[in-house]
């Protein structure tokens, strides 16, 4: 009885403890898709597809939905009792009823090892040599080489029969000398080395004890399982140790093993559960602690190193790792919402909820409730709990104010200097500040209370320098500063008893504040992710771009590593400091609380952190704890093209009409499925990745006809994406009347045609040459006269033009349809009239008027020509002209002088003829005046030439003002020309509306620059100072 005493204990104390803790195994059963909860065997694909045999048949799941591979896809019948994967990916299942299916996973094909074997496949070994063994239950051992024909025909033959290896077998393993050892029907061992079979002992295993599995390690040792016997360890060295419900098994028969991650071996009972063996000792799995069943029947590691667990009646399970732990209604929490969470200086967990505070030992097990009904709280609507140097615990309730719960005696006491202040007698936030220092937080403002100081409370407010009166977050940092969030106003910081609000330049709700390793604030908000401060200035932002799972944070978090926890309203977030990324926790990762209540979080004294969620608590990590991060394997999972699937491999041809294209892709991620995120590209289309999403479907209705390559890689909660990208590669060809060949012969074709037309036009074109030769001739002769017509007249044309308009006009009116007025700085204006003129032409009659004016006129044009002077227009008896129009001209005043005393002297001419043949005679005076003009041609028909501004009233002026036979000039003009003519100064002339202008006449050209006695011809130097280099460009 002493002797068992020991052993009831620890039995007591293991039961103890598997109620404490609950562990998160994630199970697939019926529920999900599976087609029978009996699960036999597990393995994994190259392509991450998780396949399971059931006792209903094959089925693949692929960490969302569970696919049933049935007889109609071409699988053997019956269930399914073991799996492998070869090494070219292939998967081999081995029925019970002795059928064979082997897949690629796209293709089903049902072989059998011969017609009369119908005993169940237990076990499979690929050997070096790539054949397969296959085990089985009452046929003994077979051989496989290479994969089964498109018939299902496979290569197959049973080995060693004749060496006394047993028909029954209930497994087999490959041993790390190479040997493959066999577990027998009756509870035997036998190894072979492919050539002898012999009995297999292996020392410190009892005999009485039958063996029912085997299994060899990563480091070489083999485990054998036994029936009542427990399991047994066994090295090389001979050592074998024990292991069985005395020091932790759940069961004595042991059913199979299996191997973690991290080097630790599993082992699965009939019916006590699943045990992992580590260096720290036993831990055992149960329906008590988390795991869906008893009954184990195979343990595998998925790639990312989680355990499958397939169960007996219970599906299978996936188990995560120990990094989430739950506490909820079986560990005593009497409300699944938990609003407040703390550990106490004696390492006892506090659970704030509606339903009053539960508190839990270091152990996990319920050791008080404390609740208003028992008269230990004013409210069961518990919000805030906090912990003082004294060992009370400080309550913040909604609706009965704070309260201050000493656990020594279980009593609690209302802080009525406080709670009197409360809106609502609300407490929002609660925090410890310096020794004796507490600092609450409400609805309407903040208070820092010294308990038993015997003082009053003192308030703050926003005319106290609090960014908001609405506290939700208070943060006691390193330094000693008090940080307050505001429900709007955002971040308020106290130092000294000083409050200071932080400025960011926008308004938010700070919902919560943690300080990481390198004394940095990060700030959580409701809506716009996490903010990062250093010494009071935003250094960094964070939100869903980054891989926050929302941007409502409402815990947070820093444990011992430095890593910073981030809790959100769709799970959890882990920042790695030295990686600087995030990891993402969904419900499928374990935490099933998904939401975090506000502040609802602590660190506990051995390195995990715990929240408090709407579903419970969770208690996660540990300073053991290791992360594999594992990058996710995406693969293409089938595309279909206008609507029909096509088979994948190698590069797809498709018609022109093929141009509808979906293709499925996806990556088993097992740690959180939901974590995973897709980007694709199709080259030939795109330039760079498309955003990301949790979409497994790519469609592209219409491409046109070129060359694609299809990408897509994944990222999983680890924050690693796939590398290479999978890869789908496929051609559109364009229509037949759009390829190369068609071009190409439709080329041959039109230049075969074109040859024999032409080669035929050329005999046509021969005769009728001769014919057109001759008519050519006769018509390229009156063509040739008529372009000489054409080209006379318009050379007629154009002399009228240049004779109305300069040549500049000319050619811009031609170009553009109109001309645009300019503006001249310098022009010599000069204007002549005939005095007398009305009393002459009374006793002309029109014609001889007229003919007398075109003799006159027709003179003038010939000498203003000579100078290169513009004619303006006559109007009348009047004659206008001007130098430095359309083109500047430097010397336009001399020019407009010298053809001035020309004029005059034809005129005297003109006159004396007159009187000696008894007629009158016009008298002339002549004006000239310098200036800017403006000049131009206005309105769209019967086109003219003409000149505006003062500058041609003024030259009109001088002439009206001038005398007969006498050349009157302006002051502007005499500065000019003074130099080189002989002028006299007539002093300060009244002109008509234009007041006294000073006028000169000019009598000679000066005698050094005349040629003649009278002083009318300029000699050479003259004319090539005006720019007329000899006398003979005058003529």
């Known amino acids: 009885m002493r002797a068992i005493r020991p052993f009831l204990l620890v039995l007591l104390a293991l039961a103890q403890a598997a109620q404490a803790q609950r562990y998160f195994f994630e199970n697939i059963?019926?529920?999900?898709?599976?087609?029978?909860?009996?699960?036999?065997?597990?393995?994994?694909?190259?392509?991450?597809?998780?396949?399971?045999?059931?006792?209903?048949?094959?089925?693949?799941?692929?960490?969302?939905?569970?696919?049933?591979?049935?007889?109609?896809?071409g699988t053997?019948?019956?269930?399914?009792?073991?799996?492998?994967?070869?090494?070219?990916?292939?998967?081999?299942?081995?029925?019970?009823?002795?059928?064979?299916?082997?897949?690629?996973?796209?293709?089903?094909?049902?072989?059998?090892?011969?017609?009369?074997?119908?005993?169940?496949?237990?076990?499979?070994?690929?050997?070096?040599?790539?054949?397969?063994?296959?085990?089985?239950?009452?046929?003994?051992?077979?051989?496989?080489?290479?994969?089964?024909?498109?018939?299902?025909?496979?290569?197959?033959?049973?080995?060693?029969?004749?060496?006394?290896?047993?028909?029954?077998?209930?497994?087999?393993?490959?041993?790390?000398?190479?040997?493959?050892?066999?577990?027998?029907?009756?509870?035997?061992?036998?190894?072979?080395?492919?050539?002898?079979?012999?009995?297999?002992?292996?020392?410190?295993?009892?005999?009485?004890?039958?063996?029912?599995?085997?299994?060899?390690?990563?480091?070489?040792?083999?485990?054998?399982?036994?029936?009542?016997?427990?399991?047994?360890?066994?090295?090389?060295?001979?050592?074998?140790?024990?292991?069985?419900?005395?020091?932790?098994?759940?069961?004595?028969?042991?059913?199979?093993?299996?191997?973690?991650?991290?080097?630790?071996?599993?082992?699965?009972?009939?019916d006590g559960g699943a045990s992992c063996v580590s260096a720290d000792g036993v831990r055992t799995y149960g329906p008590d602690n988390g795991l869906?069943?008893?009954?184990?029947?195979?343990?595998?590691?998925?790639?990312?190193?989680n355990m499958l667990i397939g169960m007996y009646e219970s599906g299978f399970d996936i188990f995560k790792g120990d990094r989430f732990i739950t506490y909820g209604e079986a560990e005593g929490l009497n409300d699944p919402k938990v609003f407040a969470v703390m550990e106490d200086r004696s390492q006892r967990v506090w659970f704030g909820t509606n339903a009053g505070i539960v508190v839990l030992d270091s152990q996990g097990k319920l050791t008080e409730q404390i609740t208003a009904q028992k008269g230990q709280l004013t409210s069961n609507f518990v919000r805030c709990l906090v912990e003082d140097d004294k060992g009370y615990v400080w309550v913040g309730t909604e609706g009965g104010g704070l309260l201050r719960f000493d656990p020594?005696?279980?009593?609690?006491?209302?802080?009525?200097?406080?709670?009197?202040?409360?809106?609502?007698?609300?407490?929002?936030?609660?925090?410890?500040?310096?020794?004796?220092?507490?600092?609450?937080?409400?609805?309407?403002?903040?208070?820092?209370?010294?308990?038993?100081?015997?003082?009053?409370?003192?308030?703050?407010?926003?005319?106290?320098?609090?960014?908001?009166?609405?506290?939700?977050?208070?943060?006691?940092?390193?330094?000693?500063?008090?940080?307050?969030?505001?429900?709007?106003?955002?971040?308020?910081?106290?130092?000294?008893?000083?409050?200071?609000?932080?400025?960011?330049?926008?308004?938010?709700?700070?919902?919560?504040?943690?300080?990481?390793?390198?004394?940095?604030?990060?700030?959580?908000?409701?809506?716009?992710?996490?903010?990062?401060?250093?010494?009071?200035?935003?250094?960094?932002?964070?939100?869903?771009?980054?891989?926050?799972?929302?941007?409502?944070?409402?815990?947070?978090?820093?444990?011992d590593q430095g890593h910073v926890w981030i809790g959100t309203t769709k799970g959890l977030n882990k920042w790695r400091h030295k990686q600087e990324g995030f990891i993402a926790f969904t419900e499928r990762a374990g935490f099933t609380g998904i939401e975090v209540k506000p502040n609802a979080v602590c660190a506990l004294r051995d390195g995990g952190i715990l929240f408090g969620t709407v579903n419970g608590a969770t208690r996660v990590g540990n300073k053991q704890e290791v992360e594999r991060n594992v990058a996710p394997l995406v693969t293409i999972r089938g595309w279909s093209v206008n609507m029909e699937e096509r088979p994948i491999g190698g590069e797809a041809s498709?018609?022109?009409?093929?141009?509808?294209?979906?293709?499925?892709?996806?990556?088993?991620?097992?740690?959180?499925?939901?974590?995973?995120?897709?980007?694709?590209?199709?080259?030939?289309?795109?330039?760079?990745?498309?955003?990301?999403?949790?979409?497994?479907?790519?469609?592209?209705p219409a491409l046109p006809p070129g060359t694609y390559t299809f990408k897509v890689k994944a990222m999983?909660?680890?924050?690693?994406?796939?590398?290479?990208?999978?890869?789908?590669?496929?051609?559109?060809?364009?229509?037949?009347?759009?390829?190369?060949?068609?071009?190409?012969?439709?080329?041959?074709?039109?230049?075969?045609?074109?040859?024999?037309?032409?080669?035929?036009?050329?005999?046509?074109?021969?005769?009728?040459?001769?014919?057109?030769?001759?008519?050519?001739?006769?018509?390229?002769?009156?063509?040739?006269?008529?372009?000489?017509?054409?080209?006379?007249?318009?050379?007629?044309?154009?002399?009228?033009?240049?004779?109305?308009?300069?040549?500049?006009?000319?050619?811009?009116?031609?170009?553009?349809?109109?001309?645009?007025?300019?503006?001249?700085?310098?022009?010599?204006?000069?204007?002549t009239d005939m005095k007398g003129f009305t009393r002459v032409a009374e006793k002309m009659t029109p014609e001889e008027l007229v003919s007398e004016l075109d003799t006159c006129f027709v003179q003038f044009d010939e000498i203003v020509g000579r100078y290169g002077i513009e004619k303006i227009k006559t109007i009348g008896d009047s004659y206008m002209c001007a130098a430095g129009v359309p083109t500047s001209d430097a010397r336009h005043a001399h020019k407009c002088v010298l053809a001035a005393l020309e004029v005059r002297e034809l005129m005297a001419r003109w006159q004396e003829e007159h009187r000696l043949l008894g007629k009158d005679g016009w008298a002339l005076r002549i004006g000239v005046n310098t200036g800017p003009v403006v000049a131009g041609v206005v309105g769209k028909r019967k086109f003219a030439h003409d000149i505006w501004g003062d500058t041609v009233n003024t030259a009109s002026r001088m002439e009206s003002s001038g005398e007969v036979g006498e050349v009157n000039i302006s002051g502007a003009t005499y500065a000019i020309v003074k130099n080189h003519f002989e002028c006299v100064h007539r002093g300060q002339i009244e002109a008509k509306n234009k007041g006294a202008i000073d006028m000169y006449f000019v009598k000679r050209i000066k005698a050094q620059y005349s040629s003649d006695r009278s002083g009318t011809r300029p000699n050479e130097e003259l004319l090539r100072y005006c720019g007329l280099s000899t006398a003979k460009e005058l003529a």
């Open 654 to 700: 498709l018609s022109h009409d093929e141009r509808s294209i979906r293709v499925r892709y996806g990556c088993v991620a097992l740690s959180d499925p939901n974590a995973v995120r897709y980007m694709v590209m199709l080259e030939g289309l795109e330039d760079d990745w498309q955003p990301m999403t949790p979409s497994t479907v790519a469609a592209y």
């Open 716 to 831: 999983d909660r680890s924050g690693l994406w796939s590398d290479p990208p999978t890869e789908l590669r496929f051609t559109i060809h364009p229509p037949w009347y759009r390829s190369w060949w068609f071009y190409t012969a439709l080329a041959l074709f039109i230049g075969a045609s074109l040859f024999s037309y032409i080669k035929v036009r050329e005999r046509q074109l021969r005769l009728r040459n001769m014919v057109l030769e001759q008519k050519v001739e006769e018509r390229t002769a009156e063509v040739v006269a008529q372009s000489k017509e054409i080209e006379g007249q318009k050379g007629r044309i154009e002399d009228l033009l240049l004779n109305i308009l300069p040549k500049e006009i000319s050619e811009e009116l031609k170009e553009k349809g109109k001309a645009t007025a300019r503006r001249h700085e310098e022009v010599t204006v000069l204007f």
């Open 29 to 73: 059963s019926n529920q999900q898709g599976l087609p029978a909860v009996k699960v036999y065997c597990a393995a994994q694909s190259a392509d991450g597809i998780i396949w399971v045999g059931t006792e209903s048949g094959l089925a693949s799941y692929d960490g969302i939905s569970v696919v049933d591979h049935g007889t109609g896809d």
């Open 408 to 559: 020594r005696s279980g009593r609690s006491q209302e802080a009525i200097e406080v709670s009197g202040s409360l809106a609502d007698l609300r407490v929002t936030a609660l925090a410890i500040g310096q020794p004796g220092e507490l600092w609450v937080g409400s609805v309407n403002g903040l208070w820092r209370y010294l308990p038993g100081s015997g003082t009053v409370p003192t308030p703050y407010g926003e005319e106290d320098g609090l960014a908001g009166k609405h506290v939700i977050a208070l943060f006691h940092g390193r330094d000693g500063a008090i940080w307050v969030g505001s429900k709007s106003n955002g971040i308020t910081r106290i130092d000294n008893g000083k409050a200071q609000r932080i400025d960011l330049g926008r308004s938010f709700a700070a919902s919560c504040f943690t300080q990481d390793k390198e004394g940095r604030i990060w700030v959580g908000t409701e809506g716009q992710g996490i903010i990062v401060l250093k010494d009071g200035k935003e250094v960094q932002r964070f939100g869903t771009d980054q891989g926050l799972l929302s941007n409502v944070i409402k815990a947070l978090a820093t444990d």
């Open 292 to 305: 869906h069943g008893r009954a184990i029947r195979c343990l595998v590691r998925d790639r990312e190193g």
């Open 76 to 270: 053997a019948s019956g269930g399914v009792f073991s799996l492998l994967v070869d090494r070219e990916g292939s998967v081999w299942a081995g029925h019970l009823d002795g059928g064979i299916t082997w897949t690629n996973g796209r293709v089903f094909r049902a072989c059998s090892l011969g017609k009369d074997v119908s005993s169940a496949i237990t076990a499979w070994v690929q050997e070096k040599s790539g054949s397969i063994l296959v085990a089985t239950m009452g046929s003994g051992l077979w051989r496989i080489q290479g994969a089964p024909a498109e018939d299902g025909t496979l290569s197959a033959s049973r080995i060693l029969a004749d060496q006394g290896l047993k028909e029954h077998l209930l497994t087999m393993a490959a041993l790390p000398d190479g040997r493959i050892a066999f577990v027998t029907g009756n509870g035997g061992m036998q190894v072979t080395d492919g050539s002898v079979v012999s009995e297999y002992n292996i020392p410190g295993v009892p005999d009485i004890f039958g063996r029912t599995s085997l299994f060899a390690d990563s480091k070489g040792r083999i485990w054998v399982g036994t029936q009542g016997g427990g399991a047994f360890r066994c090295t090389a060295d001979g050592r074998c140790d024990r292991f069985d419900i005395l020091n932790g098994l759940g069961s004595n028969t042991i059913y199979c093993f299996g191997e973690d991650g991290d080097g630790q071996v599993w082992i699965g009972t009939t």
